[in-house]
């Protein structure tokens, strides 16, 4: 049973099109973090939430975290063709029942076409 | 000035082998993590370790033994190696465990192919 799920799986938009990416879970996180990752490379944090109903904006990303801390989502506006990448949501659960682990989404593959 | 590296970045091997695989990193962080990339690219946990101490240990056949001699090495040994084995595996590292909402350093990454 997957934990984190993502949707959409695949997107695939035009240069300058706006998109959201969801995060959900029926599980409760203590934060959630977004991660990015490029062929070829490992992952890269881009946002870490903490609290419910949380809103962060990293340049055209904006980010986040649902009021119940269940689910999150990313929004990006009038993306360009170096937002191409898988984005992996990741969530960890309360430290005293995981040891401090993440357990991550199932990724959203985005192609963003000139 | 890598952060964590991770060798080799390719290894190709046939089914029955033993191989390892090295990280390390040079950021002083106290926790280091071994995951698993399918090719779906779900990324799952397999085993953590907290100032050479094994933290973490998910379900993972022990064909796969996981060694930190020290707190800035993290190595991955499997023994038989196995088709289902196929997968790109990442290092990574965080400062401590107190607080997941630290960041986590991944390496470049190691794809194994098991012929």
């Known amino acids: 049973t997957q934990l984190l799920e993502q949707s959409p799986q695949f997107l695939s938009i035009q240069e300058g099109e706006n998109l959201t990416v969801y995060c959900n879970s029926s599980?409760?996180?203590?934060?959630l973090q977004w991660y990015r990752q490029e062929p070829g490379e490992g992952p890269v944090l881009l946002v870490t939430?903490?609290?419910?109903?949380e809103v962060k904006k990293l340049k055209r990303l904006t980010f986040q975290f649902g009021d119940a801390r269940k689910d999150s989502s990313l929004h990006i506006t009038a993306a360009q063709t170096g937002d191409t990448g898988l984005y992996l949501c990741?969530?960890?659960?309360?430290?005293?029942?995981?040891?401090?682990?993440?357990?991550f989404g199932d990724g959203t593959t985005l192609t963003v076409k000139p | 000035d890598t952060a964590v590296s991770q060798t080799p970045k390719y290894l190709v091997t046939q089914m029955g082998n033993d191989k390892s695989i090295k990280c390390e990193q040079n950021?002083?962080?106290?926790?280091m993590y071994w995951y698993k990339q399918d090719s779906k690219k779900f990324l799952k946990i397999m085993f953590s370790?907290?100032?050479?101490?094994?933290?973490i240990n998910e379900t993972v056949p022990n064909r796969f033994s996981p060694k930190s001699p020290d707190k800035a090495h993290l190595n991955l040994h499997i023994n038989s190696l196995e088709l289902g084995d196929s997968a790109v595996y990442f290092c990574?590292?965080?400062?401590?465990?107190?607080?997941?909402?630290?960041?986590?350093?991944f390496g470049p990454g190691t794809r194994l192919l098991v012929l």
């Open positions: 939430v903490v609290t419910g109903g």
């Open positions: 990574a590292s965080r400062i401590g465990t107190s607080g997941s909402r630290e960041t986590q350093y």
């Open positions: 370790y907290n100032n050479k101490e094994l933290i």
């Open positions: 599980s409760v996180f203590s934060s």
């Open positions: 950021l002083g962080h106290d926790t």
């Open positions: 990741a969530g960890a659960l309360p430290y005293n029942t995981n040891a401090g682990k993440s357990t």
